[in-house]
């Protein structure tokens, strides 16, 4: 009896000869991820999803358009590996696509998986991948004392700077952001629950509204995160209905994708801004938010109040990290 049970212990658990480890459907998708993290923010990378690279390959398809094709066939991968029991309320993913879709110079490109579906660009993911290229050997020849990894994302080209030992990677990662742009500024809206309240629009790879948590009679260092991020999210539903979003370049890229909360601090200082971003489906970016500070870095520049090559520091207010950016060059947009 006793062998027995062992005998059947040993089964449940994948043991026996000839089973691979963890058990696993025989018809099932079976995925390899890396996990990584930025300033606490976390990023599952799924270093490669075939269906995608085959899509790329067939159709022809701009990373745009296969972003909305994997969004309508393969959208159990990210509700796999970004909702519970494997994921949680906070993951973030990226899916690395080699191939035509990488093509132009690109070292590799990603798709960006979230909660609620699927981003344009994510500067904390940008940081992690960077790194990623390096170690998992994505760059043919590295360079000491820095590398540039290019990506390509679907707002555009990246480019990541990534210190390189001769063996591995290493940090302070930076990146070369798309064009970023004020999309609006001072535009008054109704936001029910709070009244009128005063935003900018700016976009950093994708849109964002800004305004100080004060204006929603909150403090973004010491009010509950939960009354933030349901102040935030009545904002971005409120932006969505009364102000029309417009990209230069895509209309697949005129989305809201979240609000930042301030502490209101727009003006240069030598000391830490602090924000808190709510994007997609109420989902709380640990980091200070890559996309979001250069969005915040091109509307602080397009009101005059920091000029090119001043660095500033933007402090996450759920986890204290540290991202800092500055504005490199003026463009047309």
């Not at 066939?73 to 519970?84: F, K, M, N, S, Y």
């Not at 999309?183 to 100080?212: E, M, N, Q, R, W």
């Not at 979001?292 to 990290?321: C, E, M």
Request: hydrophobic fraction near 40%.
């Amino acid at each position: 009896m006793a062998a027995a049970a062992a005998a059947e212990a040993a089964e449940a658990g994948g043991v026996c000869a000839g089973r691979r480890l963890p058990p696993h459907s025989p018809s099932g998708l079976v995925l390899q991820t890396v996990e990584m993290h930025t300033g606490g923010e976390p990023l599952r990378i799924i270093p490669r999803l075939e269906a995608a690279e085959e899509a790329s390959e067939s159709g022809g398809l701009s990373l745009l358009s296969l972003r909305r094709e994997v969004a309508a066939t393969q959208d159990h991968v990210r509700r796999a590996l970004v909702h519970e029991p494997r994921g949680h309320a906070g993951m973030y993913g990226a899916v690395v696509v080699r191939g035509a879709a990488a093509a132009a110079g690109a070292h590799l490109a990603a798709l960006f998986l979230h909660g609620a579906g699927y981003s344009a660009m994510c500067g904390h993911a940008v940081l992690a991948l960077g790194r990623f290229a390096l170690d998992y050997g994505l760059v043919a020849e590295p360079s000491c004392p820095e590398t540039a990894v290019r990506l390509r994302c679907p707002c555009g080209p990246v480019t990541a700077f990534v210190p390189w030992d001769g063996r591995r990677s290493g940090n302070p990662v930076r990146f070369h952001s798309v064009p970023a742009f004020a999309a609006a500024t001072d535009l008054a809206i109704d936001v029910p629950g709070h009244g009128k309240v005063v935003v900018d629009i700016g976009y950093g790879g994708t849109f964002y509204a800004f305004l100080s948590a004060k204006q929603l009679g909150l403090d973004v260092c010491s009010s509950k995160t939960r009354e933030l991020v349901n102040a935030a999210s009545a904002v971005t539903e409120a932006v969505k209905k009364q102000f029309k979003l417009h990209h230069p370049e895509s209309e697949d890229l005129a989305f809201l994708y979240g609000t930042i909360l301030t502490d209101g601090k727009d003006a240069f200082s030598e000391e830490p801004t602090t924000n808190i971003c709510v994007f997609a489906d109420e989902q709380v970016d640990r980091s200070p938010t890559g996309s979001g500070v250069t969005a915040r870095i091109a509307l602080q520049y397009h009101k005059g109040l920091i000029q090119l090559n001043q660095t500033r520091k933007f402090r996450s207010s759920t986890t204290g990290s540290l991202f800092t950016g500055k504005a490199v060059k003026a463009s047309g947009l």
